[in-house]
């Protein structure tokens, strides 16, 4: 099926984070495997910790960006290579609007008052007002042009 409207959203911030993590994870790594010294007084092996490091690569992969497609009939978010994704049908949207959402509700697949927020940066996001009464909001960087295609969409099946 063809996209119509697709927009892919980094999140920088996540990923400059777990830079200094990863960093001190393998200088862990280095202090015992290299210098052959004990990091601590009862020092965990340095495979938990490469482990750790794979963890992490993991989580950054799976969900360091968030793409937003429209497709003729439905709207598909996906984070990072597409294992956790979630998708709106047109014709279940009641509404949508521009948001702006709390410091606090951080990014990631939050609950929120009211319903789910999506998000991997920033504080703009569009909310989705379902028929069946759940929200959710899809962050973004481009909210306006978002709810432009949102809206255009949804207008073809009648519902604004």
């Given at each position: 099926m063809q996209a119509s409207y697709k927009k892919?959203?980094?999140?920088?911030?996540?990923?400059?984070?777990?830079?200094?993590?990863?960093?001190?994870?393998?200088?862990?790594?280095y202090y015992q495997e290299v210098?052959?010294?004990?990091?601590?007084?009862?020092?965990?092996?340095?495979?938990?910790?490469?482990?750790?490091?794979?963890?992490?690569?993991?989580?950054?992969?799976l969900f360091s960006n968030l793409t937003v497609t429209g497709f003729?009939?439905?709207?598909?978010?996906?984070?990072?290579?597409g294992l956790f994704r979630k998708s709106f049908q047109y014709q279940d949207i009641r509404s949508c609007s521009i948001k702006k959402n709390n410091w606090f509700y951080g990014w990631g697949v939050r609950k929120i008052p009211g319903g789910w927020l999506y998000n991997v940066s920033g504080s703009m996001s569009v909310q989705l007002d379902m028929k069946n009464g759940r929200m959710y909001r899809?962050?973004?960087?481009?909210?306006?042009?978002?709810?432009?295609?949102?809206?255009?969409?949804?207008?073809l099946f009648g519902n604004q």
């Open positions: 892919t959203q980094t999140g920088w911030i996540i990923i400059l984070s777990f830079i200094p993590v990863f960093l001190f994870l393998g200088w862990i790594i210098l052959g010294r004990s990091f601590g007084d009862h020092p965990a092996p340095s495979w938990l910790y490469l482990g750790l490091i794979g963890l992490l690569l993991l989580l950054l992969v003729p009939t439905y709207l598909e978010i996906k984070y990072g290579i899809i962050g973004t960087d481009a909210p306006e042009k978002l709810i432009e295609f949102i809206k255009s969409r949804i207008s």
